[in-house]
């Protein structure tokens, strides 16, 4: 039972290129969150899911999409990278009926 | 939407010593998470404590969801106990989740 895991864990992008970071998680909960981190802030909401083939708006979602084909995975798309993405991304999942939430270990995405 | 406020923004302890971190939040709530963020940046869930309190080793939580706060208490704080704490709420609507901006604790040998 690995829990949650992202990959890749780093990357450096320069402006104007695309990636996808990748959530995976293996206790079949339903819902599926990314969030953003930023120095001396907490975490912010990008997009979640509450089922597979489902994805909602967050906080922040503007420069990111996202996609729950399956539903272990939620996959976070930036499309034309900006400096401004420049954070760590974190995915979290919760059992339906649950409040707790599971954290991956973070993704530290640099936009030069 | 609800705002989330955490005091102390930092925090410095001598090994051993006691501190409470607090919580305000601004409206109604039926959940309240505290979470810590260790040094090497992973987030483990702390507490599910929507009011009442509880107790995990030398961490305890209470929420007075009537008076709109929460406080985490550390007692005998050790330097694994270092990092940061964030607690965080519902977002009206229920699936998101607002975080505050967390309290910054380094605990010294």
């Known amino acids: 039972n690995a829990g949650v895991t992202q990959t890749p864990k780093f990357r450096v992008l320069k402006t104007g290129q695309s990636m996808t970071l990748l959530c995976a998680q293996d206790?079949?909960?339903?819902?599926m969150y990314w969030y953003r981190q930023d120095p001396g802030m907490g975490l912010r909401l990008i997009h979640y899911?509450?089922?597979?083939?489902?994805?909602a708006k967050g906080e922040v979602p503007d420069g990111y999409n996202v996609s729950r084909l399956k539903k272990q995975n939620f996959l976070l798309g930036l499309e034309s990278a900006a400096p401004s993405q420049t954070s760590v991304y974190f995915c979290?999942?919760?059992?339906?009926?649950?409040?707790?939430?599971?954290f991956g270990p973070g993704t530290r995405l640099t936009v030069l | 939407g609800i705002q989330v406020e955490q005091s102390p923004p930092d925090l410095i302890l001598q090994e051993g010593a006691n501190s409470t971190l607090r919580c305000n939040f601004s409206d109604s709530v039926n959940n309240l998470q505290w979470f810590h963020q260790n040094p090497w940046g992973q987030l483990i869930n702390l507490f599910y404590i929507p009011s009442g309190t509880k107790q995990n080793g030398r961490l305890s939580a209470t929420t007075v969801a009537t008076e709109r706060y929460s406080l985490l208490y550390i007692s005998s704080s050790q330097t694994t106990d270092s990092g940061v704490y964030f607690c965080?709420?519902?977002?009206?609507?229920?699936?998101?989740?607002?975080f505050g901006a967390g309290t910054r604790l380094f605990v010294k040998a």
């Open positions: 206790m079949n909960h339903e819902y």
């Open positions: 965080a709420v519902p977002h009206t609507g229920g699936f998101k989740t607002i």
């Open positions: 899911s509450v089922g597979e083939g489902t994805t």
């Open positions: 979290a999942s919760t059992l339906l009926g649950s409040d707790t939430q599971y």
